[in-house]
């Protein structure tokens, strides 16, 4: 079984906040999951992200895989290491009205 932490939506249509998961990677988005072990919330200011860290190190340790997001959450925190990160491709720029 792949274990994943991962971000599982919650709140209203166009307000949405997130839990961080530990789940089975065959589970879908917002299904079955093992333990909740933080949330995030986008929409406040400054950005809310409350995580247990030792939780989240217990899971880490026994091989859980963080999502590109969950890791790049995580390692703003220091609980994943930066160089793990996958940079993703800049995107192209917008061609607007000349």
């Known amino acids: 079984m792949s274990v994943k932490i991962r971000l599982r939506r919650t709140g209203a249509k166009r307000q949405p906040s997130y839990r961080f998961v530990v789940a089975d990677s065959r589970s879908p988005r917002d299904g079955r999951f093992l333990e909740i072990v933080g949330h995030y919330n986008p929409r406040r ?11 989240v190190k217990r899971w880490l340790g026994q091989g859980a895989q963080p999502s590109d997001t969950v890791a790049r959450l995580l390692a703003q925190k220091g609980l994943y290491d930066q160089s793990l990160l996958r940079m993703r491709k ?3 720029a917008k061609k607007g009205k000349s």
């Open 45 to 55: 200011t400054p950005v809310e992200l409350v995580v247990d860290e030792d939780k």
């Open 90 to 92: 800049p995107r192209a």
